[in-house]
């Protein structure tokens, strides 16, 4: 019987775990609510929303009513009679989101019949009173079979503990598993099915089956079954010690067990338990001496049995009332949600606004300044480094000659430099065109390298860099000179904003890293007759064009 016990329990369990599902994600009530919170803790409530006190108050929370019944099932001295059932209700309410206490009532209802015959119950005085089994005067009594039917009420007050509501990964769950144990009071009411009407039927199946092993169990069983056709008509044996309540025995017993509470809504969950109660008597079955007979002996033994116990497996349904300004019961709240909530989206925590060290006062907090005691009063690009608009060195907050020409450099420490006599400047233009080796105004910058891409990047190498650093130099040197900057690529959306991004990349550099002003460039980009890896630098002077051009698709930019 345990084990089909066991196979109904967890065949139960896993259909409803299937059926488990988590609820939403968010918070699970509003923890700025006054209106959950009891009157005696509105204090601290009121501390918790004014910022003088961390630890927000345990709101009201709903009681929980429910209802169950299942399958029941004893471990005494005389063996269970085929599935006996129960019902039951209790009342439980949280103190705290992990501990709770319920107070259960339950019904229950045992049968027993064992299936080896037992001789040894002269001390049973139920069984030997002179109208049922006199015995021969001499401590022989008739062969006979115990059974019995007892009908249980027991209430008890248990505590029960959750371990499922704590969760660092959602705010809700759909299921519970909880462990509980208690103490509480039983009585119960006992009868047989014994007078001397059945001593001949009992012989009959003695008869049939002389070999009482355990192969034979079911078959001696069911014979059984069927001479025992009467009620349950004879009072069973009852302890002469103990107290009583209605006439019926009263014990103590103590009850554990677990159970998995499944939600169906914010009302109502299914529940599936299985619950073992140890009692103080061991006439639970109307039959303290435990039968020991071997067909071998001379005689059966009996001796005292075991305390009885028994067994309750059910399914129940469960309801939360009293939620008028109250929150679901705690066991289903997660503590840690408000703090996950907060953190995620803050609206009780008072942030300070954050205070970004900028030592040299220029605008570029300390953490991104690459130049940290900028004199004051000295404007800096986005890296906090001092502008040096025509590149002397010196920097314009201190520059004389924010423009100095590059043939007019090195200057000195005002940023003025020296340049040649302009007279000397055109004897010597004249002469050169004179004999037929200049080209007038034209730019003399010469050649100009090419900058490589791999794949399908944008990124700048080391050796791409240095190119450009050696443009730079050539700009720098050749005032009168413009650059054109052209790329590659026109067959696709995305090939014409990739040669956009790297004709920017290679400008954006130039004029960034290296000071070159950005109207000395002309932007082209998505040209034909080149390589689209390559993006060409050429001499762009006495050209039309502009300098910076918006992406033609922006949506397909890389970064």
Known sequence: MAS???????????????YARAQDVGSSYDIRDSSLIPTKRLAQHNEFLNNAYPFPAKPRNAWEIGVKGGYTSSYTSVTNWGPTGGFGFHVRKALGYVFSIRGEYDWIRLRGLNYQYSQSYGKNPSLTQTELFPGDGAGNYPSIFYNYRSTVHEASLQGVISINNINFHKAKTGWNAYFFGGIGAMTYSTLYKQDDSYLAGYANVIAEYPDESHKNKG??????????????????????????LGGAPLDVVGVAGMGFEFKLNERFNLAIEDKFTFTTTNLLAGQQWQNNYSPNAVQSIAQVASKDRYNFVSIGLNYNIFRKHAVEPLWWINPLDYAYNEINAPRHMKLPKPVLDDTDGDGVTDQFDLEPNTPKGCPVDSHGVSRDTDGDGVPDCKDKELITPTQCQPVDADGVGKCPDPQCCKDLRNLIDSAGLGNGHKCNIGD????????????????????????????????NCKIAVIGYGESSKA????????????????VEKEGVSSDRFIFRYAQSGGEENTVDLKDGT??????TVPAPHPNLRRK
């Open 4 to 18: 089909k016990k066991m196979t109904l329990f967890l065949g139960l369990l896993c259909l409803f775990m299937s």
């Open 219 to 244: 078959k001696i069983r069911s014979a059984l079954k069927s001479v025992l056709t009467g009620n349950w008509n004879h009072i069973a044996e009852r302890p002469s010690t103990s107290s009583t």
């Open 448 to 479: 100009l390298p090419s900058i490589n891409f791999k794949g399908r990047t944008v990124t700048l190498t080391k050796d791409n860099k240095a190119l450009l650093a050696s443009t730079a130099q050539k700009l720098r040197d050749n005032p």
């Open 495 to 510: 090939a014409q904003q990739l040669s956009w991004d790297r004709v920017n990349a290679v400008i954006n550099y130039l």
């Open 542 to 547: 006495g050209e039309e064009g502009p300098n």
